[in-house]
């Protein structure tokens, strides 16, 4: 039976993504498997609350502190969770840092893993087919779409997250911000700069 005969059972289900989640929703509310207030409040703290800027926080922290960073390189989940961010997504983090020679990037080849705790949801492209492919294969072109250009000595490194494991890269902190306090060196860590696919802001 084909999907668009009108007997077939999917064509139960109206075709708009968001309305077939409305659909599913009512369904699983009336059977009393969901409450839609919970519901609400998971989306509101994962869209409106927890987002790029809780890493960015972690990123200013590690340049500012170089103890605080060489925790962090050490036992990431640990370093993060001492400064209150923690959660679903984020059980087992690892943190790798830019440098000269080398440039982090991450990926999930898989799906879409991402550590929520400290960058919110993550960016559409993220999560598409292409990005995932392509990430691995041609890294230095996928960077050079995003707008970023590295030295030829600069090597760059793809880290595939896992079910388990989340990455965060710490940007290299740009030239000219050794003297910022803790929120301007944050205000420098673009979401992108901690997933490898830009680069830190310069202060202006
Ligand atoms: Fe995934």
Known sequence: MPHDDPDHPHALLPPDPALRVKALETILTRKGLIDPAALDEIIDTYQNKIGPQNGAQVVARAWHDPEFRAALLQDATVAVTDLGYFGRQGEHMVVV????????MVVCTLCSCYPWPLLGIPPAWYKSD?????????????????GVTLPEKTAVRVWDSTAEVRYLVIPMQPEGSKNLDLDALAALVTRDSMIGTGLAQEPS
Not at 97 to 104: A, S, V
Not at 130 to 146: I, M
């Open 97 to 104: 840092e830019n440098t000269p020679d080398l440039h982090n």
């Open 130 to 146: 292409a990005y995932r492919a392509r990430v691995v294969r041609e890294p230095r072109k996928v960077l050079a779409e995003f």
